[in-house]
């Protein structure tokens, strides 16, 4: 079926939401239900794919991990698909986290596909909530069509900060500015909610799947 939409189901995440903003925008999606369905061949149907999720840095990578996701999104990527994270679906793309610090001798790493960490805001009042302004990059994809400061609804204690700037498409800013969204090639993500922000978001949506 062409470009059908995998939304990654790994026990976590916002999936009714995000499928619910593909089924407004009519696009052709459904649930990832294992590791296998992100390989070539027999059974990998899909196009493109959708990494949603929230929650601790440590739980999620360790799911991954545990249930052979991490390899698999690794090898979609580095294969140079298109692939979307939001929220932590962003965050795990980095290398480390300061959610997840060192603990007897162990690092819970992240994905490592981009080099950087995650790191805790400076400020007190955290997590983040709400609606919050985000500078595009007039080159961006994603953000094509859309205003060049529009808002977008947020949920966040962690902000990723890539060593690459030239990665950056997006920024806001909540204590300090900070890096909202990245894209290189086929891989983009962004920390903040498209699925949760309005007529912005679903065009957002729409931009990727359809670049």
Same mark, same amino acid.
């Given at each position: 079926?062409?470009?059908?939409?995998?939304?990654?189901?790994?026990?976590?995440?916002?999936?009714?939401?995000?499928?619910?903003?593909?089924?407004?925008?009519?696009?052709? %999606?459904?649930?990832?239900?294992?590791?296998?369905?992100?390989?070539?061949? !027999?059974?990998?149907?899909?196009?493109?794919?959708?990494?949603?999720?929230?929650?601790?840095?440590? @739980?999620?990578?360790?799911?991954?991990?545990?249930?052979?996701?991490?390899?698999?999104?690794?090898?979609?990527?580095? %294969?140079?698909?298109?692939?979307?994270?939001?929220?932590?679906?962003?965050?795990?793309? =980095?290398?480390?986290?300061?959610?997840?610090?060192?603990?007897?001798?162990?690092?819970?790493?992240?994905?490592?596909?981009?080099?950087?960490?995650?790191?805790?805001? !400076?400020?007190?009042?955290?997590?983040?909530?709400?609606?919050?302004? @985000?500078?595009? =990059?007039?080159?961006?994809? =994603?953000?094509?069509?859309?205003?060049?400061?529009?808002?977008? /609804? /947020?949920?966040?204690?962690?902000?990723?900060?890539?060593?690459?700037?030239?990665?950056?498409?997006?920024?806001?800013?909540?204590?300090?500015?900070?890096?909202?969204?990245?894209?290189?090639?086929?891989?983009?993500?962004?920390?903040?909610?498209?699925?949760?922000?309005?007529?912005?978001?679903?065009?957002?949506?729409?931009?990727?799947?359809?670049?």
């Amino acid at each position: 079926m062409r470009n059908l939409i995998g939304v990654i189901d790994y026990g976590a995440g916002n999936l009714g939401s995000v499928m619910n903003a593909l089924k407004r925008l009519s696009l052709e %999606a459904r649930l990832v239900k294992g590791p296998e369905e992100l390989l070539p061949g !027999p059974g990998g149907d899909f196009e493109r794919i959708i990494f949603p999720g929230d929650g601790h840095f440590a @739980t999620a990578m360790l799911s991954l991990e545990s249930s052979g996701y991490a390899e698999a999104i690794r090898s979609w990527i580095y %294969a140079d698909r298109p692939f979307l994270g939001i929220c932590i679906g962003l965050q795990l793309l =980095l290398e480390s986290s300061e959610e997840a610090p060192p603990a007897e001798g162990r690092e819970i790493r992240g994905l490592g596909i981009v080099k950087g960490r995650v790191r805790r805001f !400076p400020g007190r009042k955290v997590p983040q909530i709400g609606w919050n302004e @985000t500078a595009a =990059l007039p080159s961006s994809k =994603l953000f094509r069509g859309l205003k060049s400061n529009s808002f977008f /609804y /947020y949920i966040h204690s962690f902000y990723a900060d890539p060593e690459d700037r030239a990665l950056v498409s997006g920024e806001a800013e909540y204590y300090l500015r900070y890096c909202s969204a990245l894209e290189r090639g086929a891989l983009a993500a962004v920390q903040f909610h498209p699925e949760k922000s309005g007529a912005a978001g679903l065009r957002l949506l729409s931009n990727w799947a359809e670049e």
